[in-house]
Each structure stands twice: as structure tokens, then as C-alpha cells.
């Protein structure tokens, strides 16, 4: 049978979700702010059917974080978009223990906003996904129509990257400071590892204009893409297996070495896969807008990346904070690396914090 939910179908999964999606969208429907809404949709894994199950002893449990989109009419006001973030802001905090994953609902936007960004990944993966939980779902279809000239667009992607590579860097320096790992620990440093190897994945299909909406549509494209230039094509593809499966099920019981060896490997492909990037968009420029915005957030940066030291010429002259970012967090990952102090990891993650 298959799931609306997750990869594998579990009967006890499917009616948990069932439930929960009834109460969030009765709950909705009951609120105040009902009125200024024109759509609620659940987005993420579950969103798409890829969410994982996470299997205990005894039973079987959810493991993603359940994320909302919440579309407001376009007539609202600014302090009704607040009323209705404050009313989420609540319901999630209501809601979690029912489901014990992180329930989060975006900011509310209003519909024309969306509407406009669908070369936006998570708004495009939104209208694809099309799974609308309060709202008229035709009138949804109607409004977010994807079609060919929808493409990701080129800062989607450096985003993407920055934030798997800043990942990375987290879960890295869990490990260093951490003589013994707890579940906790494993988890969060486990699903940052395959965060980054699916990621790569979506880097390569960016490139060539097909990024798929499904994760067995990615899977299949990799699988049977010819070799990418200075790139272990095959050590990739089973990685990316890999990092599928952990999608489906994920297992997350490793030592600290094996931890720091994935680690290590997670972050050599992805850097493999933003210099190919790199390399496939280096004729494109950015728009004189796009520059501007850029110098004026690396001129508010600038205190912060410069106390951390660094001496590459690539580094200091690159004039997109997102990449200078991206070639920072590889830098962490040297052999006998200096960066790695807590002060430095806890400068790096204000940066992030600020461009994510």
C-alpha cells in the first residue's frame, strides 16, 4: 500500500499523521485568524511522500519535522501577518507533543508573494507538492501552476550549499567537543551527513536543469548520469543510495571515528560538487542589484569574518558572503586546521545565522 506520508508505508505512521492533519486543520479552521488565511499546505518530507520512520524497540516513530506554508489572502494587513504568526507560533508549540518532532509553520506571506517566487526551491517544492491542508486545493492549483520556466535559480543553489556545508561544520564540532556521543548527538550529526550527500546530488541536477520533485526521480537521473569530471561518479552513486535509504529509515548507531570519516567524506564531495558548480555557472553574472545587496551584507559581515583567520586569496576576495561562507566551512576541515576553537565555531555560526 502506499503511503500519502512517507516512503514505506506503516499503518501505524499513516493514522498518526491522519489524526494530527485533521486536528492542525480543525484547529485552523476554529482559530481567529482563519479569515486571513487563504491556504495551508504541508511541505517537507511528509509534504512530498518522502518522510522518514524512525524504528524503536517497541514501535515505530516519526522523524522528520513537520513543516506548514501558510499563505495569506493578499488584502491583509502587516498586523494581521502578525496576528496570524503569533497564532502559529502558539499552535506549534500546542501541537508538538502530540506527534514529539518539531511542528513548524513559515512565516505567513501573502499568496501573490509565493506566487511570484517559484524559482524559490521551497516554494517550487511547495507547488509541486500541492498538499494543501486548509483551503480550496483547486483554487491552489489554479493560482501555483509550475511550468518549464520555473528553474531554480543560481543563489538558490549557493544558499542550499552554504547551509549543508554549515551543517557540517555543526555537526563537526559536536563531535570534537563531545567525549561521548548520546542518541541526541548521533542523530543530529547523522542526518546532517546525508543532508549534505542528498544535497550534492541536487547540486549536479541543478547544473543540467533537472532537479526532479521526487527523491527516486533524483535517484534514478544519478544512477544513470555519465561520470562527472574529477569526480568518483561510482563512490557517489552509493552514497547517494545510501543517503536515500537513511532518508527511508534512517540508522544513526556509529563509533566517533566512523562519525568523523563520514563526516570528512560528505564534506569532500559536496566541495567537489560547488567547485563543478562553479565551474558550470562561471560565465553567468549577477545582476548590479544582486551586487549591491551583496557588498552592503559583507560590509555588515565584515567585523565578524574578519576575526576569524584566513589567508586565502580566493577567500578575501570573494564579494558573496554565501560563497565566502561555503569556502570558510571547507577550511574547518583541513588536516591540523587552527579554526577549530570554539570561539571560531561560535563565530562562524553567528555568520551563518545571519545569511540562512
Not at 217 to 240: A, K
Request: glycine share 4%; net charge positive.
Amino acid at each position: 500500500m502506499k503511503s500519502k506520508y512517507t516512503f514505506i508505508y506503516n499503518a501505524q505512521i499513516e493514522a498518526l499523521l491522519d489524526s494530527f492533519i485533521t486536528t492542525v486543520s480543525k484547529k485552523i479552521s476554529e482559530s481567529s485568524v482563519a479569515k486571513y488565511l487563504e491556504f495551508v499546505v504541508l511541505g517537507g518530507g511528509y509534504g512530498r511522500g518522502e518522510g522518514g520512520i524512525l524504528q524503536t524497540e517497541n514501535s515505530y516513530k516519526l522523524y522528520n519535522d513537520l513543516d506548514f506554508f501558510v499563505l495569506a489572502r493578499n488584502n491583509v494587513s502587516k498586523a494581521q501577518l502578525n496576528e496570524i504568526n503569533t497564532f502559529f507560533d502558539n499552535l506549534s508549540k500546542l501541537l508538538e507533543p502530540l506527534v514529539e518532532i518539531d511542528v513548524d509553520f513559515s512565516k505567513a506571506v501573502k499568496v501573490s508573494y509565493a506566487q511570484k517566487r517559484l524559482n524559490v526551491m521551497a516554494w517550487l517544492e511547495m507547488a509541486l507538492g500541492a498538499n494543501v491542508i486548509f483551503g480550496d486545493n483547486q483554487k491552489f492549483k489554479e493560482i501555483f501552476t509550475v511550468n518549464k520556466d520555473n528553474k531554480i535559480l543560481r543563489s538558490e543553489i549557493v544558499k542550499l550549499t552554504m547551509n549543508r556545508f554549515s551543517g557540517l561544520v555543526f555537526a563537526y564540532e559536536r563531535l570534537l567537543s563531545k567525549q561521548d556521543l548520546s542518541i541526541a548527538d548521533k542523530d543530529f550529526i547523522a542526518r546532517n551527513i546525508n543532508k549534505a550527500i542528498l544535497s550534492t546530488g541536487d547540486i549536479y541536477l541543478a547544473c543540467k536543469d533537472n532537479l526532479p520533485f521526487k527523491t527516486a526521480d533524483r535517484l534514478n537521473i544519478i544512477e544513470n548520469m555519465s561520470n562527472i569530471e574529477h569526480t568518483n561518479w561510482q563512490e557517489f552513486v552509493c552514497l547517494y543510495k545510501s543517503a536515500v535509504e537513511f532518508k527511508m529509515s534512517p540508522k544513526i548507531d556509529f563509533t566517533k571515528q566512523e562519525f568523523e570519516k563520514r563526516i570528512r567524506l560528505s564534506q569532500r564531495i559536496l566541495d567537489k560538487a560547488f567547485r563543478y558548480f562553479k565551474f558550470f555557472h562561471s560565465n553567468c553574472e549577477h545582476s548590479i542589484l544582486r551586487r549591491i545587496k551583496d557588498f552592503i551584507i559583507l560590509l555588515k559581515l565584515s567585523k565578524l569574518f574578519e576575526t576569524i583567520p584566513l589567508d586565502y586569496e580566493f577567500y578575501k576576495k570573494s564579494v558573496n558572503p554565501r560563497e565566502k561562507l561555503i569556502f570558510l566551512a571547507s577550511a574547518f576541515f583541513e588536516k591540523n586546521s587552527e579554526l577549530k576553537t570554539p570561539k571560531n565555531f561560535s563565530t562562524y555560526k553567528k555568520i551563518w545565522e545571519r545569511l540562512a
